[in-house]
C-alpha cells in the first residue's frame, strides 16, 4: 500500500519557477531515500534528483544542476522539488519515486509545462 501523490504542476513561462510535493504513504519514509524523475511522451523515464534518508546528501542530474534543489520533509512525509530557470525542454510529467524493499513504487505524476 506505498502511495505518492504528486502534485505543483503546471504552465510556466520559460525561466519561471514551480514547486513540486510529493505526499507517501505506506511505509516508513524516513528510512529511504527519495528520487524525482520526469518522462516526455516517446522518451525513456529519467532519474532528476536524489535526496537520502536523512536529506544530508543530494545528487542531481547534470541538466537540472544549478536549477532544482530537491528537499524532504520526514516528519510531515513530503518530498519537494523546487524548480528555478525553467527551459522548454523541462516539460515533462515529474514522478516521485522510493524502493522499499527493492521494489519501485510510483505516484501518478504531475505535468509541468514550459511554453512562452
Known amino acids: 500500500q506505498v502511495q505518492f501523490v504528486e502534485s505543483g504542476g503546471g504552465l510556466v513561462q520559460p525561466g519561471g519557477s514551480l514547486r513540486l510535493s510529493c505526499e507517501a504513504s505506506?511505509?516508513?519514509?524516513?528510512?529511504?531515500?527519495i528520487r524525482w524523475y520526469r518522462q516526455s511522451p516517446g522518451k525513456e523515464r529519467e532519474l532528476v534528483a536524489t535526496?537520502?534518508?536523512?536529506?544530508?546528501?543530494?545528487d542531481y542530474a547534470d541538466f537540472v544542476k544549478g536549477r532544482f534543489t530537491i528537499v524532504r520533509d520526514n516528519i510531515r512525509n513530503i518530498a519537494y522539488l523546487w524548480m528555478n530557470d525553467l527551459r522548454p525542454e523541462d516539460t515533462a510529467v515529474y514522478f516521485c519515486?522510493?524502493?522499499?524493499?527493492?521494489?519501485?513504487?510510483w505516484g501518478q505524476g504531475t505535468q509541468v509545462t514550459v511554453s512562452s
Open positions: 519515486n522510493a524502493r522499499p524493499g527493492g521494489r519501485d513504487y
Open positions: 505506506g511505509f516508513t519514509f524516513s528510512s529511504y531515500p
Open positions: 535526496i537520502s534518508f536523512a536529506g544530508n546528501n543530494k
